[in-house]
């Protein structure tokens, strides 16, 4: 089986239609590899049954590491490496180790985030992701079915369900 | 004009075992009170641990100054009460009066934080909470209660609790003349002469305390107006009042807290201090809202408030905690590295004075650790289970926070944390809930006309 590589993308030009159409379609068993919209359309996940993302979890760990590397240099550097008296207090003290380990947090939380999510969204600076039609960055909602995936069912019968559902236009998409 | 709602009227019914349960709490409260005022009038020998204290604190201050310029201020500035010839009031007078007044300055936070969670949901055109506006409603009905509270409380108490109303302070032929103090005399006194009656400072509280009120009574009319016509001219007009209340209270929300909390440390200042008390009200405020919110839920009410909406009251929880510590912390921060003593004797009273120093790293993790912690996750800010957790919390942690700012200036070491204190706040909060309550049921609980109540209906996050 030929996996992701023919695709037949359903065009929508309303998103309360697309929300509607998402569920009529899966109830009638075709499996949706994926919707693009121009603009985040409120209750779409839910709609297409995706879990929860597990980004903040990422962003958990990747905060409490600049945690963490944000207090061991500061009392290496000041505590240990070039111990120095400022404004009288002792070489390690918490209070001035605050806003940078504050900052390191939310710093490395970011940008981890960011490279998380590029990487899982196939955002690879080596690589360009596939675009099933282009006016999804516009003002079309684009719905992407493998057919490969629903081989039970004819490129005709997904066709008639993608129209029935309220999709304006279908085409077929290959990538090689 | 066919009037159809898109949500069923709700009215809360104030059942006779809740209030029952309230009546309770006051009398366990009372209880508690009476124990711990018998106990602090019979048990404590008084007018010797007075001048212990005092000596302590000269001392304490004189260990937080390095040279002796500064000693010699300290003992100027801490010294004149024996020198002036100030007899203080016994000691269970100066903890009755203190617990009274810090109570009642953070029961003001929880009446008026109502009105400015209305105003700013107005101003900022909020369609999420359209149906819960009701509860900080009913909670804003404690804000002419606190003022005239207050306004009692300062004639009542406010010689033992503000230094500055005493008249020698700024007599420059009295041994204790203090210039700082007399440097500050115009800001209590103005219109009037130094020492006098502090025309300035009543002003103030009665200017806010009404202009408050004065705001409360116009949103509110307007709110209950909209439940007889479906029109969006009260939700316009309420946008405009809500924008200038708003504005108002940025001025006078700092100023109360200069006035009312840290003019009681007289000598000490700190330009943070009117955010930090805001922030301190503030998420008292928003705790209190969700708690009620969650309670009604509980009781199968509010049919339109789903997690979603509860999300959004977790995370202002969430993201308020975090603000409050901030504030906490660059008020500290700045003051423990520029290692001023006339700065630094605020925290050495708090961190390093027995009564207070473990209140003091409480106050951290009750405000800080244990609501970032429990309401990181999305689920734990969705849930009613966890938010019951957390709110009380954090209403406790502030009303701690609230007790170290006021006591310890005026208790020294003498204050502390016993029947008497909890007593004053039980009986504080059980009449509050009885007020907010009673005036919940009054008015039916979802406000079925306003405007953006079909958004509220579809909120999603």
Do not use: C
Request: aromatic share 16%; proline share 4%.
């Amino acid at each position: 089986m030929d996996v992701n590589k023919n695709f037949l993308v359903g065009v929508f030009n309303d998103e309360d239609v697309l929300l509607t159409a998402v569920s009529k379609i899966r109830a009638s068993g075709v499996k949706i590899h994926e919707v693009y919209s121009p603009f985040p359309v409120h209750g779409l996940d839910d709609a297409l049954g995706y879990k929860r993302s597990r980004l903040p979890i990422a962003a958990f760990l990747f905060g409490m590491t600049g945690t963490s590397l944000a207090l061991l240099m500061q009392i290496w550097m000041l505590g240990y490496d070039w111990p120095m008296i400022i404004g009288g207090k002792n070489y390690a003290s918490l209070p001035p180790f605050i806003p940078v380990t504050f900052e390191l947090t939310v710093l490395l939380a970011a940008l981890g985030m960011v490279g998380t999510f590029m990487i899982v969204s196939d955002m690879k600076p080596y690589g360009w992701p596939r675009q099933f039609d282009v006016r999804s960055t516009d003002d079309k909602h684009v719905m992407a079915i493998d057919v490969d995936v629903n081989s039970a069912k004819s490129r005709d019968e997904i066709t008639r369900i993608l129209r029935d559902a309220g999709a304006s236009e279908v085409n077929t998409k290959t990538f090689e | 004009m066919a009037h159809h709602s898109i949500v069923a009227d709700e009215l809360y019914i104030f059942r006779p075992e809740t209030r029952t349960k309230l009546f309770y709490l006051l009398g366990v409260g009372i209880v508690l009170f009476v124990v711990g005022l018998i106990m602090a009038i019979y048990g404590g020998d008084g007018h010797h641990a007075e001048e212990h204290a005092a000596v302590k604190s000269e001392q304490l201050v004189a260990n937080a100054t390095a040279n002796a310029v500064d000693q010699e201020e300290a003992h100027a500035a801490e010294g004149h009460a024996e020198e002036g010839g100030h007899h203080g009031p016994a000691l269970w007078v100066k903890r009755l009066y203190t617990t009274l007044w810090m109570n009642n300055t953070f029961f003001v936070g929880l009446g008026i934080i109502g009105l400015f969670f209305i105003a700013i949901q107005y101003a900022a055109q909020a369609g999420w909470s359209a149906g819960i506006l009701r509860v900080p409603m009913a909670m804003a009905t404690w804000i002419p209660i606190a003022g005239i509270l207050m306004l009692i409380l300062y004639f009542v108490t406010g010689h033992t609790i503000f230094h500055w109303t005493h008249a020698d302070l700024y007599d420059a032929d009295s041994p204790a003349f203090d210039p700082i103090i007399n440097g500050k005399g115009t800001y209590f006194y103005w219109l009037g002469s130094k020492g006098g009656f502090p025309t300035f400072f009543i002003l103030r509280m009665v200017v806010f305390f009404g202009g408050w009120y004065w705001f409360f009574i116009t949103i509110r009319r307007r709110m209950l107006a909209e439940d007889n016509e479906i029109t969006n001219q009260y939700w316009y007009a309420n946008r405009v009042t809500s924008t200038w209340f708003l504005i108002f209270f940025a001025v006078s929300s700092s100023i109360a807290a200069w006035d009312w909390v840290m003019s009681i440390d007289t000598h000490w200042f700190s330009t943070m201090f009117g955010w930090y008390v805001f922030a301190s009200w503030w998420v008292t405020g928003l705790a209190m809202i969700t708690l009620i919110v969650a309670y009604l839920k509980d009781a199968g009410y509010l049919k339109i408030v789903d997690s979603n909406h509860l999300h959004d009251l977790g995370k202002f929880v969430f993201a308020f905690s975090i603000f409050w510590t901030y504030i906490w912390f660059g008020q500290f921060l700045l003051i423990y590295y520029a290692n001023i003593p006339e700065e630094t004797v605020y925290f050495i009273e708090r961190m390093r004075t027995s009564p207070y120093s473990w209140i003091f790293y409480l106050n951290l993790i009750l405000n800080f650790v244990l609501p970032f912690l429990l309401l990181m996750t999305r689920d734990a800010k969705r849930q009613l289970s966890t938010l019951k957790l957390v709110t009380p919390i954090v209403i406790v942690g502030h009303w701690f926070d609230f007790f170290n700012m006021v006591t310890p200036a005026v208790m020294q070491e003498q204050g502390g944390v016993g029947f008497l204190e909890i007593g004053t706040l039980l009986i504080f909060l059980s009449v509050y809930l009885l007020v907010v309550l009673t005036s919940l049921a009054k008015y039916p609980l979802i406000q079925k006309n306003h405007p953006m109540l079909q958004e509220s209906l579809h909120h999603h996050i």
